[in-house]
């Protein structure tokens, strides 16, 4: 008899018992961003702000605006890093804003890719951040 279902039962609830609960690491990054807010598939309205945190099931921005919970997003990041130690990249993130706190924004991401900044539609795809 294996006791693999055992050892997974009690990885899974020592999992649980973590003090942070989220199913995303995130990061501690300031990044510039745009946004697009979408309603019935059109631009509702669009904006800019800072990333807090990000992780590749969300990110946390800060924006004067107030977005309404519930609404779709896409946030395009301005990323920090070349490809190829030449071209530069945007990583897209296109999903539902989960919570607003003050300025601060969260979105769950519903889909992440990387961008190169130059090409529209040209695309790197990752497997997470």
Known sequence: MSTAPAAARIARLLE??????RAHRRYPIVLD???KLFNK???????????VDI???GTCFSTDDVLPVDGLIEVVVKWPF?????????LV????????DGQRTAIQAKQHEFRT?????ARVVTAGI
């Open 117 to 121: 900044a130059g090409g529209r539609g």
């Open 41 to 51: 598939g059109r631009v509702e309205r669009s904006g800019s702000g800072r990333t």
């Open 33 to 35: 961003i745009e946004y």
């Open 16 to 21: 649980s018992r973590r003090s942070d609960q």
């Open 93 to 100: 993130m296109r999903g539902r804003i989960v919570r607003r």
């Open 55 to 57: 992780s590749s099931g």
């Open 82 to 90: 070349l490809l190829e130690g030449v071209c530069p990249l945007t």
